[in-house]
């Protein structure tokens, strides 16, 4: 089943920090499930990078279940992928304690996301945040995979990962596989709906579907979104002139299969009035089967807890033997 010597490895971390939407799902989550038929998938929810940000444990619990639940409902097979939780498999912490000590200081200064949330988060620029790169490559080399699915703001770490990876090498032989960041070539670019210059995220809710939204608030938000001001008012795919349709029309597009001249075609000669709620609804019944099938996850704890509990297994017993292998390299003595 899944020891497939022959597959190549693919491995990604999520961050549990926020609710999902339909951006994440349409752009990304909804073709992760095909990816088990030509990879070896390892999928965590990255609790331990989540808390160099201050997070209320309640919710990040809630948050670590739900995610949990809602990949699942959105195709990833825990048969077929190994699903787990960070913070469950102590290699990860271990090795990035090591990598801590080939990481340079300077390199990790130049890092933009460090200068990001360090602006972002004046009262709390800790050294997890400053060594939040190396934790991530220990995530990445434990498993030895070929490919790291990132979108565009993590290529710096995969980057670096790679810098550190090499710099072991080099003192040490061939210990770390050298991984490649894998840009996905499906996948729609979804905009927010308030604001469709900008990508739909959880910082503008106005904008923004979430999965776990109930039909009549994404109802709502289809009714309100952004059209353009042109005298038009027709639907045509115009991404420079008219974002707002533009971005409906992918919306569209991805939940029914349709194509843009498909959907000219339906609406022509019909404005916006009905074209707004029929994206609307079309929605509503993507996400509806995802929603209920989450809910019903989520009311299974028992379910839940033996996937992430298989899956930490699994992973846990490919992430020792490389921490094995580093430790004897450094020249740590075996219990
Ligand atoms: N830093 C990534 C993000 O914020 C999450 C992440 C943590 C990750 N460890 C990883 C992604 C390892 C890929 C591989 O999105």
Redesign the pocket.
């Known amino acids: 089943m899944m020891e497939n010597e022959n597959k190549k490895v693919m491995?990604?971390?999520?961050?549990p920090s926020g609710d999902l939407h339909l951006g994440n799902y349409l752009g990304a989550i909804k073709h992760w499930g095909a990816r088990a038929d030509e990879f070896d998938c390892y999928y965590f929810m990255?609790d331990l990078?989540t808390i160099t940000v201050r997070q209320d444990p309640a919710q990040l619990r809630r948050r670590v279940l739900t995610q949990l639940a809602q990949y699942i409902a959105c195709g990833l097979d825990p048969e077929k992928n190994t699903l787990f939780i960070q913070s469950h498999v102590p290699a990860h912490a271990q090795l990035a304690w090591v990598l801590d000590c080939y990481t340079m200081f300077g390199e990790l200064s130049r890092m933009t996301q460090f200068k990001d949330k360090a602006a972002k988060h004046k009262d709390n620029i800790n050294a997890g945040l400053f060594t939040y790169p190396s934790l991530?490559a220990a995530?990445?080399l434990l498993y030895q995979p070929d490919y790291?699915p990132?979108g565009e703001d993590?290529k710096q770490?995969v980057e670096i990962c790679r810098d550190i990876a090499n710099r072991f090498n080099g003192i040490y032989g061939d210990v770390f596989k050298m991984p490649e960041p894998y840009i996905p070539k499906v996948g729609a670019r979804i905009m927010s709906l308030s604001t469709p210059d900008s990508k739909m995220s959880k910082s503008q809710p106005e904008g923004c579907v979430f999965l776990m939204d109930r039909p009549e608030d994404v109802a709502r938000k289809f009714k309100r979104a952004v059209t353009d001001s042109d005298t038009e008012r027709c639907v045509r795919y115009d991404r420079e002139n008219k974002p707002g349709v533009a971005n409906l029309m992918a919306i569209y597009s991805a939940v029914t299969g349709k194509s843009y001249e498909d959907i000219e075609a339906e609406f022509e000669g019909q404005g916006y009035g009905k074209f707004k709620p029929a994206v609307g609804e079309a929605v509503v019944e993507t996400l509806r089967p995802i929603r209920e099938e989450t809910e019903r996850l989520l009311a299974d704890k028992a379910y839940l807890e033996g996937v992430y509990r298989a899956g930490a297994e699994r992973a846990a017993y490919v992430a020792e033997k490389t921490l094995r292998k580093v430790y004897k390299k450094v020249g740590f003595l075996p219990r």
């Open positions: 491995l990604s971390g999520i961050q990255a990078h991530m995530d990445i790291v990132v993590q770490h």
